[in-house]
């Protein structure tokens, strides 16, 4: 990492220990075989898991066991355990990956998953408020937490020289902005 603030996609899930992973994307194949849009795993991190929860939402979910993850590129497909024809992997699009939250993935200081910074409230560094940060986009530099300040959106690059601290008790983002970024909003 360069020194930059890192969120990752995840879904909070309102069942208390559940975590959402990634989304279903879409069939692959005829082999019952799809591919999963991850939020934050890595395709050797999908490969430790055996099993996850798949559904709509965190409610009704369904254990489903992993027979295999099959890497190509940097995209994953999954094929799970008696879903073995493309009519029944095509039930399962835009269905969600929950793991307990006790296998959630262990970030590294300076990483945040989007659903943890996303509705922060911004402040400067004298604790004025600025905005609340709408969404998180991922850059190959560095993420950008865009900020709605009224009608407008303001591009902040998630660097250490401008996000100075991120308290999610309190959930708030503590930033040095550079001069001007915010006059105008």
């Known amino acids: 990492m360069h020194n930059e603030h890192r969120a990752l996609n995840s879904r909070e899930g309102s069942t208390p220990g559940f975590r959402a992973i990634g989304v279903i994307a879409k069939v692959f194949g005829i082999k019952g075989e799809v591919k999963v849009h991850s939020y934050s795993r890595s395709i050797e991190q999908f490969e430790e898991l055996d099993s996850v929860f798949v559904g709509r939402d965190d409610q009704k979910t369904a254990r489903r066991k992993i027979e295999r993850v099959v890497p190509r590129g940097d ?15 095509e039930l ?19 990483e945040y998953f989007v659903d943890d910074i996303v509705g922060l409230l911004v402040l400067d560094e004298t604790e004025k408020k600025l905005g609340v940060v709408k969404e998180v986009l991922h850059y190959p530099a560095h993420d950008v937490y865009v900020v709605k300040v009224g009608r407008n959106d303001v591009m902040v690059p998630a660097v250490r020289e ?8 309190k959930r ?10 915010f006059e105008g909003s």
């Open 75 to 89: 995209e994953i497909y999954v094929k799970f355990e008696g879903v073995d024809d493309r009519n029944a992997s």
């Open 92 to 110: 399962l699009v835009g269905q969600f990956l929950f793991v307990e939250e006790s296998r959630r993935k262990r970030l590294s200081s300076g």
């Open 162 to 169: 401008i996000i100075r601290e991120v308290d999610l008790k």
């Open 172 to 181: 708030t983002v503590t930033i040095a902005p550079p001069e001007g970024l």
